[in-house]
């Protein structure tokens, strides 16, 4: 079928029109003629309407007028009575009258399909040149993006290397950290076809780092029991970050205890909710311990982040510090 | 384009050439480079055009960092040049699709914007040969 649109809408030349017309004439012509005394009398057009439509359709119209006006001449000589004249009687009159409706009706519509298909493909080129620009504009916004991410985490890194406060340095080391996150999210929603992200497998890429960047890493083991947690692309960037504040901030605290802190990691997809578990075997949280109340940046960035999500954080001392975070998944997610 | 430390006629496994149209960029890979291999020599380029000028003056990185896709790279008829050089390879501006084919020619990515531990990560082997 593809074939044959292809043939309707290609370009032809004057040459291949006539020698497809000539053809046609013939052949029609020739067998009507050869099979003339094996029909019934009453079919003086029988091989010259296939000969019209299938001009008009494979060499186009100008070729299929040509041939309908040439056959129905030598029908009107060769096969109405009487025969070898071109004598009219009112048979003959109405024959030839019958004889030019149906081919103008063919012509008329091979030439509406012909014109209808011609100008789907202009659309469909046209289509696909958009399709190709918008694939490109994509593209070339993605690596803008991906180039400034670079130059902004370029200069965080030449503003480290000139700080001598270790408190200043830190600082940085963790809006670095924040922006490998934002970057890492942007990468995975690169393709314009994949608009969620497997928050379980972007957490295995990004938190062995977000632990390794940090003074303390060699007293910390982080080990994870993550399940696929697909989220869409608009919960992607607030969830990747709370779990990166809540890491950090754990990491954070390890320093206090003098002693080899093991840091792990839960992800669980429950139907319509997401339930996220960061545990450590520290010391606990301080009794007094407000979250809404603690200076921490990271921590503040988690509360306004959960609140975002419309999720819920709890945090609670069990065999050290733990804290729940669960987020409904929005429907658009596969859960 | 910053004039080496030292250069040789063969390959020199301690010179890391980079090529980055954003100079903020060639500048923190150049002092990340130079963090994880204190004594690398460094080149820094700009374009293809500057690359060019730099091998046609005798020098043989050992490492390229360069800011191309593989397309971009056979495009301005690197890519045969990088290949034959027996440098390790290392592209930062790779298009979708691109990195199967980079991994045959035995090439690495660095994905923008990198952390000194992506950039280990891709140099590791170099690192361990210190």
Not at chain 1, 277 to 288: E, F, K
Not at chain 1, 304 to 331: C, D, M, S, W, Y
Not at chain 2, 113 to 124: E, K
């Amino acid at each position: 079928m593809e074939q044959l649109r292809l043939w309707a809408v290609a370009e032809r030349s004057p040459l291949y029109q006539w020698v497809f017309a000539i053809l046609a004439i013939v052949i029609a012509v020739g067998s009507r003629a050869y099979l003339d005394h094996a029909l019934p009398p009453g079919f003086p057009y029988l091989t010259l309407f296939p000969a019209v439509i299938l001009t008009g359709y494979f060499a186009g119209t100008r070729a299929g007028i040509a041939v309908a006006v040439v056959c129905g001449i030598a029908a009107w000589y060769l096969f109405l009575e009487p025969v070898n004249s071109f004598a009219l009687t009112p048979p003959s009159i109405l024959a030839l009258v019958f004889y030019m409706f149906i081919v103008t009706t063919d012509l008329v519509l091979i030439h509406a399909m012909r014109y209808a298909l011609s100008t789907l493909e202009v659309e469909k080129d046209r289509s696909d040149t958009l399709a190709q620009a918008n694939k490109t504009m994509f593209h070339e916004l993605q690596h803008r993006v991906s180039n400034n991410l670079q130059v902004v985490s370029s200069l965080l890194k030449m503003q480290r290397r000139n700080v001598a406060d270790e408190s200043a340095r830190a600082a940085l080391d963790v809006a670095s950290a924040r922006l490998q996150v934002v970057a890492s999210i942007q990468r995975q929603l690169h393709n314009p076809k994949r608009q969620t992200t497997d928050m379980g497998q972007l957490m295995r890429d990004v938190l062995p780092e977000v632990v390794s960047s940090s003074a303390l890493s060699d007293r910390v083991v982080l080990d994870f029991d993550v399940e696929p947690v697909i989220v869409t692309g608009d919960q992607a960037t607030p969830l990747a970050l709370i779990i990166v504040e809540l890491v950090s901030n754990a990491v954070e605290h390890a320093a206090a205890s003098h002693r080899m802190t093991h840091l792990h990691l839960t992800m669980r997809s429950r139907g319509p909710e997401a339930i996220i578990i960061v545990q450590d075997d520290g010391d606990g949280l301080p009794a007094d311990f407000v979250p809404e109340k603690s200076r921490s940046l990271g921590l503040r960035v988690a509360l306004q982040f959960t609140e975002q999500l419309g999720g819920k954080l709890v945090f609670e001392t069990v065999n050290g510090a733990r804290v729940t975070l669960t987020i409904p998944l929005e429907r658009s997610a596969p859960h | 384009m910053t004039v080496p430390r030292f250069y040789e006629e063969h390959v020199m496994q301690h010179t890391v050439l980079i090529q980055d149209p954003d100079a903020l960029i060639r500048i923190d890979l150049a002092q990340t480079v130079l963090d994880l291999w204190p004594d690398a020599s460094v080149i820094l380029c700009k374009d293809a055009q500057q690359i060019a000028q730099t091998v046609a003056g005798g020098v043989r990185p050992g490492v390229l960092i360069l800011r191309q896709s593989l397309r971009g790279l056979r495009g301005a008829n690197l890519a045969d040049w990088a290949a034959a050089s027996g440098a390790r390879v290392i592209l930062t501006g790779v298009d979708d699709g691109e990195a199967p084919s980079i991994a045959s020619l035995g090439w690495s990515t660095l994905d923008m914007p990198f952390s000194a531990a992506h950039l280990r990560r891709v140099l590791q082997p170099g690192c361990n040969d210190r």
